[in-house]
């Protein structure tokens, strides 16, 4: 894949007409996406993430037409079924409930939880960060200290002190672990916005009167995105192993609640019963976070102009 | 060079202050006496009047203001007193230095096993570019770090010590660090080592791989690599003395970034290998709510982790001879 093909002429199109088929997209968001989808494996990442995000959402809609079961019903008589036994699609667990079910509730779980805390990381991390990078001097040096001091301590060790002192839904698991996740993009935000600071065009806007606030949002912030978005790409999948890994220990979601990572700690006491109990919820895990590491290899692939292979 | 070790290390000492302030505000953020909540965790049949909370409180010097109750903690810490844990009553320190050496013996392991793999596997992936073996080990190496450790953990486990077992195949030990019916011996705690070290490195060395074949192309590109093609060196000599002393310089960066990433796995780990180490004591110290216990083992632990990064650092500036100090 070389940066030749971004400007490839498309003729796959039928319906574009004769007169677009000559002139390929030239914007640099026309060109990553070209990038982006010029990549088996990032495309087939994608295709994988959009279906586990479909199963989520659509997890209400599933669990009534397709598996028939609820997340939360318990059967005691129909515990341990193997795959596709008496209507189970994955089986039961050890309280007789749907592990198809259960599975497609966990992905709105977790999936949820990554999702608010990339936003949540990326809210914090971006706006220290260029805060940090664009005011300099002793602002940038306080806000960077803050960041060494919190990226000192381990983050699952953080988590676990937090998590083990109050317990926590979903949305508040979710700022938490946004909390511990910031640091990273804020440091690169700021390396980004220190080079930035010294190009021409914001001397020009400068120069034209704009405002520091107007500087940093039309200005800085669409030229740091590229890099937040590789960032994000390659985070979430630690986000979610991150939530899986409290939810395995006791801490994060609590039953009955499905989380994969509960789940899969469920499963581990039973292990003697059935060992796919404890094998599916951990390979989906593996699979979404594999699927998102596609994505965000792809992603770098096609938006990190430094790089060329 | 001492100067700049000294100056590096006196960073230690405001980093380790603001991290004390940090745990011990976190610490006391919970809400309600923790006389109380002491009580109602350790049962019921513990009837004391509202009195009898008041005189333990002020002995324990818990109704004073935070700051003061921060400076007396910090005294004693200072002074190599990190309290006495309020579930077992034996000194902090002892705890703590006791699970240590099993800790560093498993990260120990954990990182050199990640190293001695990573990097054969990531040069030879630069530098055979493209072919079977590079693809291999890129899918490998994406998987890898995709995996959940804890999953990882969990199936090594049930196939090599209790699957093997049962299978009647020579299988290793399900947990624990050496062998508690009078083992302690280098083999003993070597096979009590694999399962654990090898789940730890795992998906270290998937990170290490793929970073090590990047940097690896990026530096085989350069033009002072053509030059030593050109003037006839050995294509092994260009590899492995010109490319790979250049290639791993950020590397030892990550590798100190992977301290606290590996300290945090042992955490997962130790729980579900039984391993007593670090890990395994924070972690039910979390549970217990063991106060003294969590905030000494979090205190050393963030020290150990500064330590780490300033040798990743100091090991940076005698590897590098371009870096300024």
Do not use: C
Not at chain 1, 136 to 161: E, H, Q, S, Y
Not at chain 1, 284 to 301: K, S
Not at chain 2, 308 to 317: E, K, S, T
């Amino acid at each position: 894949m070389s940066r030749a093909e971004a400007v490839h002429v498309d003729t796959t199109s039928d319906d574009v007409p004769a007169l677009e088929r000559q002139r390929p997209t030239r914007t640099y968001l026309g060109m990553a996406w070209r990038s982006f989808r010029a990549n088996p494996t990032a495309m087939a990442g994608l295709v994988v993430l959009v279906v586990m995000v479909a199963l989520a959402l659509g997890a209400g809609v599933l669990s009534e037409y397709v598996t028939g079961h609820t997340t939360y019903d318990q059967d005691l008589s129909a515990s341990f079924k193997a795959i596709g036994e008496d209507g189970y699609l994955l089986g039961s667990d050890a309280y007789g409930r749907d592990v198809a079910t259960r599975l497609l509730y966990g992905a709105r779980v977790s999936l949820g939880v990554a999702g608010l805390s990339i936003i949540g990381a990326m809210a914090i991390g971006v706006s220290w960060g260029v805060a940090a990078g664009y005011f300099g001097g002793w602002i940038d040096n306080a806000l960077m200290r803050v960041v060494d001091v919190l990226l000192a301590i381990p983050t699952l060790f953080m988590l676990l002190l937090i998590a083990s002192m109050w317990t926590m839904g979903p949305v508040a698991l979710g700022f938490i672990i946004a909390s511990l996740g910031w640091q990273t993009v804020s440091r690169l935000v700021r390396g980004e916005v220190l080079s930035l600071r010294e190009r021409d065009f914001i001397e020009a806007a400068r120069l034209i009167g704009a405002s520091d606030r107007r500087i940093m949002f039309r200005y800085i912030l669409p030229n740091v995105a590229p890099t937040v978005i590789v960032w994000a790409g390659l985070t979430v999948p630690a986000l979610i192993l991150w939530e899986a890994s409290l939810s395995y220990l006791g801490l994060g979601i609590q039953q009955p609640t499905p989380s994969w990572g509960n789940m899969l700690s469920d499963a581990q006491l039973v292990w003697s019963y059935s060992a796919t109990l404890v094998f599916l919820p951990g390979l989906a895990i593996f699979v979404t976070v594999f699927a998102i590491n596609l994505v965000g290899n792809g992603l770098r692939d096609a938006l990190d102009p430094r790089l060329s292979e | 060079m001492t100067r700049y070790i000294i100056r590096r290390l006196a960073q230690v000492v405001p980093l380790m202050i603001f991290i004390s302030m940090l745990l011990f505000a976190i610490a006391n953020l919970v809400p309600g006496s923790p006389v109380r909540n002491l009580i109602a965790q350790l049962g019921s049949h513990i009837r004391l009047t509202d009195a009898d909370i008041a005189r333990i409180e002020s002995y324990f010097g818990l109704d004073q203001p935070l700051y003061l109750r921060y400076f007396t903690w910090m005294g004693h810490v200072l002074q190599g007193d990190l309290g006495i844990s309020m579930i077992t009553h034996q000194p902090v320190n002892e705890l703590i230095l006791g699970r240590l050496p099993n800790t560093l013996l498993l990260t120990g392991t954990a990182f050199v096993l990640a190293l001695l793999f990573a990097v054969p596997v990531g040069v030879y992936g630069a530098v055979r570019r493209n072919t079977w073996f590079d693809h291999m080990s890129t899918a490998g190496a994406v998987s890898g770090y995709s995996i959940p450790s804890f999953w990882l953990a969990l199936m090594l486990l049930l196939l090599f010590a209790i699957k093997f077992e049962a299978w009647g195949l020579p299988s290793l030990p399900a947990g624990g660090a050496y062998d508690l019916r009078g083992g302690g011996g280098f083999w003993d705690r070597a096979q009590h080592l694999i399962l654990p070290a090898f789940s730890l490195a795992f998906v270290q060395t998937a990170l290490w791989t793929r970073y090590i074949r990047s940097q690896m192309l990026e530096v085989l590109s350069q033009d002072f690599i053509r030059t030593a093609r050109a003037k006839g060196v050995r294509e092994r000599i260009v590899v492995f003395r010109h490319g790979l002393r250049n290639a791993v310089l950020p590397l030892i960066t990550l590798m100190g970034l992977a301290i606290p990433e590996l300290f945090g796995g042992a955490l997962i780990i130790e729980q579900i290998y039984n391993y007593p180490g670090m890990g395994q004591l924070t972690f039910n110290a979390a549970m217990q709510h063991d106060y003294p216990l969590i905030m000494g083992t979090l205190l050393f632990v963030a020290f150990l982790v500064i330590m780490g990064n300033l040798i990743a650092d100091v090991a940076y500036a005698i590897a590098d001879p371009r870096v300024r100090y």
